[in-house]
């Protein structure tokens, strides 16, 4: 099902050097160590949604999905996954296994979540409240949207 909300504008070339890992902040002590984040220090949006992903079944895939305007800070908080990210020329793939650091995804990136790890929890900080008309879920419909169809 093609979406009739429009996408503006394509993202320029290298949207891909827009993904990156960011470290965060580590308090450690002998009682256990602390990683905090906050929006527009940490990540470079204002924080409006948080969720997490769990229970997540051996071989299985979650993401598979852009967004027209929503930012993305994803972590793994335990255990690890990959995230693989497209633009409709280049692909690329970050490991997140470490619960100081995680990824910045900006808008009109495709992503697919995979590889997870027995018990691992993804938490990911979104810069808006959810709206399904942001997705695009459409694999051949992203494409045309960035214009590599």
Do not use: K, Q, W
């Given at each position: 099902?093609?979406?009739?909300?429009?996408?503006?504008?394509?993202?320029?070339a290298g949207a891909l050097d827009r993904c990156r890992l960011i470290d965060l902040p580590r308090v450690g002590s002998e009682r256990g160590?602390?990683?905090?984040?906050e929006?527009?220090?940490?990540?470079?949006?204002?924080?409006?949604?948080?969720?997490?992903?769990y229970d997540v079944p051996g071989g299985a895939t979650r993401g598979?999905?852009?967004h027209r305007s929503l930012q993305q800070f994803l972590i793994a908080a335990s255990g690890s996954f990959d995230v693989v990210?497209?633009?409709?020329?280049?692909?690329?793939?970050?490991?997140?296994?470490?619960?100081?650091?995680?990824?910045?995804?900006?808008?009109m990136v495709w992503r697919d979540l995979v590889?997870?790890?027995?018990?691992?929890?993804g938490l990911?900080?979104?810069?808006?409240?959810y709206d399904e008309?942001?997705?695009?879920?459409?694999?051949?419909?992203?494409?045309?949207?960035?214009g590599a169809r």
């Open positions: 099902m093609t979406s009739t909300v429009p996408y503006p504008h394509a993202p320029a160590n602390l990683t905090f984040i929006g527009g220090v940490h990540v470079p949006f204002a924080v409006e949604r948080v969720y997490y992903l598979a999905h852009a990210v497209s633009d409709g020329v280049e692909e690329r793939v970050f490991s997140l296994n470490r619960s100081y650091y995680g990824l910045y995804l900006p808008e590889n997870f790890s027995s018990g691992s929890v990911v900080l979104a810069s808006r409240h008309d942001d997705y695009i879920r459409d694999h051949d419909e992203y494409l045309r949207a960035v």
